[in-house]
């Protein structure tokens, strides 16, 4: 399976970005997907995660009320939406699915990457 992000760029401190992260290879709605970021000089870090049946998500402590993680089966695409947006979040996003099963929180949790979208939350 191919993952495809894009939607990153340089924003102010609140404002808002729609990440998307398009799929390929295989058929989509059979795998869950996720949100991770990298921050320069940090490890990668769970961001929100969404099941394969759109019935479940989980989203981290750091990014609850003000991202929001969903999918679009028909269109093969999960999207993040951000809002109040800060300048800790800038970060390299990278998009993730993985097989049925616990929304993990871990990057080892998760079989297959996209190649990353930089976001940048200027003060």
């Known amino acids: 399976v191919q993952l495809q992000a894009s939607g990153g760029g340089l924003v102010q401190a609140g404002g808002s970005l729609r990440l998307s992260c398009a799929v390929s290879?295989?058929?989509?709605?059979?795998?869950?997907m996720g949100w991770f970021r990298q921050a320069p000089g940090k490890e990668r870090e769970f961001v929100a995660a969404?099941?394969?049946?759109?019935?479940?998500?989980n989203h981290a402590d750091s990014v609850k009320g003000r991202f929001t993680i969903s999918r679009d089966n028909a269109k093969n695409t999960v999207y993040l939406q951000m809002s109040s947006l800060k300048p800790e979040d800038t970060a390299v996003y990278y998009c993730?699915?993985?097989?049925?099963?616990?929304?993990?929180?871990?990057?080892?949790?998760?079989?297959?990457w996209g190649q990353g979208t930089l976001v940048t939350v200027s003060s």
């Open positions: 993730a699915a993985k097989t049925p099963g616990p929304l993990y929180t871990i990057v080892a949790g998760w079989c297959y």
């Open positions: 969404i099941s394969w049946s759109d019935t479940s998500t």
């Open positions: 290879g295989r058929t989509f709605s059979s795998y869950d």
